[in-house]
């Protein structure tokens, strides 16, 4: 290549050095330096030079000076030298980022999620207020939307919450009849498992299942309409987003989660039922029998309203992190996690809550 060569030592550069000729300059500068050490770089025949060429020069100087330090450099012509200083003056303007200390580091991420929670609330009382003034006034609303989120978020969701709520009221019976059948305590069984399953694990075990299946379906759904611009499109038609998105949803699964909690609580005692059978000698009657008595109203009033608060937040969370999405397809696979995580995390910590409320 006539614009690169390397005599005795001295590497001469000429011609146009240009964003064109670069690439090509590149691969001659490695097949050139395998020849032998380079004392001197010549610059004297460049005749045209723009910012690319004058970051090649200097990455090819450096790296040049690390393997001779005694280089010597035969400056370009006037009118390149200006080029290049007037790039490198650019170059010295660009102010490096300060570092960030460990407190502003701690207070960005608290000033960050401080400014997220009041997000999460505005937009958990626009939910609520839409929500109500939905059951009166159906405006602004897609017709059979309720009807299709009904069978998306419940009536789809049957059978795994029917399989794993077997496996628990299976797995719990098996534990807890090992041990009663010891103490001659058989009879005790169904009592233990309805009350496990009716104040806790029926309403818990349901409300994860939910928000890993349905609660990722709502964040997904949502971000994707804000990353196509769908969101915005509504509110150009003078459609409110919460509540042509939103609210049907939150309709939706306040009917259909108390109607799961009830439905894995039955596949459960059928889990239990079995063990009993077949380990401790219980009749279906008796299991049956003991199971109704022992649960109280005020067992009954927990569970439903455990379900519906876990529901509420499992379409809030979503939604809140729906809205927020930022990019393309990358921030809708970030929302929908993020949306799962927040969802079981505010659920445990709510069944917790309800415990240390109304224990006993």
Known sequence: MDNIKLESSKLIVAGVVDRNTVPELKKEVQHLMRRGEVQSLDLSGIESLDSAGVAFLECLRQDLEEENP??????????MLKIMQTFADR????????????????????????????????????????????????????KGSFTSAGVQLGYDALPVIALLSFIIGFILSLQAAAQLKIYGGNVFLPDLLAITMVREMGPLITAIIVAGRSGSAIASEIATMQVSEEIDALRMMALNPIRYVVVP??????????????????????GGIFIGLQMLDLSVTTFITRSINIITLKDIVISMSKSIVFAWLIVIIGAHYGFRVKGGAEGVGKA??????????????????????YLG
Do not use: N, Y
């Not at 949803?249 to 059928?270: D, G, N, Q, W, Y």
């Open 70 to 79: 005694q280089l010597t450099v035969v400056a370009a012509p006037l009118p």
């Open 91 to 142: 170059a010295d303007e660009v102010e490096k980022p300060a570092k960030v200390s460990i407190f502003e580091s701690i207070g960005e991420k608290v000033e960050g999620a401080w400014l997220q929670l009041k997000d999460a609330v505005f937009l958990s009382s626009e939910i609520c207020w839409w929500a109500v003034v939905g059951v009166f006034d159906r405006k602004g609303q897609k």
């Open 249 to 270: 949803k939150f309709h939706a699964i306040t009917v259909v989660m108390p109607l799961l909690v009830i439905f894995s609580i039955i596949v459960a005692e059928l």
């Open 336 to 357: 929908t996690t993020a949306s799962v995580v927040a969802s079981i995390f505010a659920v445990v910590i709510t069944d917790a809550l309800f415990s240390l409320f």
